[in-house]
């Protein structure tokens, strides 16, 4: 399956309109959280970063956030709807966030600090505080992303529950099972809330 390989004209005959528009922008959102973790990883290449340790360590948090991409674009086109690759996803993305969102405060406090007693980099102060501020606009946009993320990741698991009646059998929710499941009892409510 290629890039566009979630992206069908149509919905599937099991899917809403609105999970299907949900899907569509959570792989959307995915794509573009990849092509930012691309772009970041060779923006602190250019940096000549490598011999560093936190340069290595500045590579190998976007490629992790590469692999949570992947592993959410799977989550989405997983037929099977399987919990491993949304858990996956969920796990990789907090992380990332939390990290995303730490380096890219670093990197707008302390960019001359970062980059000379940290990084180590060998391109002039000046070009690399410019290199490494384009990489904390990049974190910050793909924290975001990531949050954003998240929670169309919550809404897609939702909707997958709901359209299969609250079971992995299938069926739909009706007014009548949900009273059934809560015992009937809505004659104890407030007036408010009786149905």
């Known amino acids: ?22 899907h569509k922008v959570f792989l959307l959102c995915n794509y573009l959280v990849l ?3 691309s772009s970041c990883i060779f923006l602190t290449i250019s940096l000549r970063l490598l011999p560093s340790l936190c340069g290595l360590a500045l590579i190998l948090l976007h490629a992790l956030t590469i692999i949570g991409a992947v592993s959410g674009c799977a989550a ?20 990332t966030a939390i990290f995303q969102g730490s380096v890219a405060v670093l990197i707008f406090t302390r960019t001359s600090d970062f980059l000379v007693g940290g990084l180590k980099s ?3 102060e000046e070009d690399g505080a410019v290199i490494l501020r384009m990489i904390g606009g990049l974190c910050i946009t793909m924290f975001c992303l990531e ?15 709901v ?10 929710v009706t007014l009548g099972a949900v009273r059934k499941s809560l015992g009937g009892g809505d004659k104890d409510w407030p007036w408010p809330f009786q149905v």
């Not at 399956?1 to 949900?22: Q, V």
């Not at 997983?78 to 996956?88: E, I, L, M, P, Q």
Request: a positive charge.
């Open 76 to 95: 989405a086109n997983n037929t099977s709807r399987s919990g491993k690759w949304y858990a996956t996803h969920m796990v990789s993305t907090v992380l």
């Open 163 to 172: 359209e299969r009646g609250g079971n992995t059998s299938g069926g739909t």
């Open 35 to 37: 092509g930012l973790a």
């Open 122 to 124: 060998y391109v002039k």
């Open 1 to 22: 399956m290629g890039i566009g390989g979630g992206f069908s004209s149509a919905p599937s005959s099991e899917m809403t309109i609105s999970h299907f528009r949900t």
């Open 147 to 161: 949050w954003v993320l998240m929670g169309l990741a919550f809404s897609l698991r939702y909707y997958d529950y």
